[in-house]
């Protein structure tokens, strides 16, 4: 409870949260995304995936990350669209990336509903934490890993479940503020290839602000090559290549 009320006293206003109700009845096996993972991986271990990070499905199998704090709190859901085959990220028109507090703000505001919820106002709160920070107090004596996409994530606790697999959500995302929850805590960060020193910067000031253990791997960007660090080579592909 305590990195909570940290990340509140920081915040300018209460932050806003989604109804747990809309992550209940988004969890579903149809999406692309998980098309991909039945390509390489058990069903057993999907399900158990599945369970940990309740993975929503859209009507158009588009994946539904869902940002879970901490304290069982919805932030947001990131959407995305994956090639099933590939797994990788299918762009639209506006970019590869929708959320579900924008989609419930739009929703409301073309019903043109007065009575509006927290999570369906024009001017709604966001605070993003880090993708699986749930888990924290799920498995609590679990070490933590962290990398920068949900995919990542998700694929690297389906191999190596005796870790606590956490996602910054994209390169800037790894910082200070979401670290309060990784207090005395053992960590190790996952740099994508190519990023490793932006993210040993980053793992020195959150080591200066919050008291936990953080090692960083340099297993990817010893590994890859120039042109895999140029297409964003990370963990998952080196797991899809080795199991």
Wanted: hydrophobic share 35%.
């Amino acid at each position: 409870m305590q990195a909570h009320t940290v990340r509140l006293k920081t915040s300018q206003r209460k932050i806003d949260c989604i109804p747990l109700s809309y992550v209940k009845q988004s969890v579903s096996f149809n999406s692309n995304f998980v098309r991909f993972l039945c390509k390489h991986f058990s069903r057993d271990k999907i399900e158990n995936a599945m369970r940990n990070y309740a993975l929503g499905a859209t009507k158009n199998q588009s994946v539904i990350f869902w940002q879970i704090d901490i304290n069982g709190k919805v932030r947001t859901g990131k959407i995305m669209q994956y090639n099933p085959n590939t797994g990788k990220r299918i762009k639209n028109k506006t970019g590869a990336i929708n959320w579900v507090h924008n989609i419930l703000k739009k929703r409301n505001s073309k019903k043109g509903n007065t009575k509006k919820s927290n999570s369906e106002s024009a001017n709604f709160n966001l605070c993003q934490c880090y993708f699986g920070e749930h888990l924290i107090r799920l498995y609590p004596d679990k070490p933590i890993a962290i990398v920068e996409a949900e995919k990542t994530a998700v694929i690297g606790s389906i191999i190596f479940d005796n870790y606590n697999w956490l996602a910054a959500g994209n390169l800037n995302g790894l910082n200070v503020e979401k670290s309060r929850v990784l207090q005395n805590k053992n960590v190790v960060l996952y740099p994508d290839a190519g990023c490793f020193d932006k993210w040993e910067k980053k793992s020195m000031q959150i080591k200066s602000a919050v008291f936990c253990k953080i090692e960083i791997s340099n297993l990817i960007e010893k590994h890859a090559s120039a042109y895999q660090a140029e297409e964003g080579y990370d963990i998952a592909d080196y797991i899809i290549e080795s199991f």
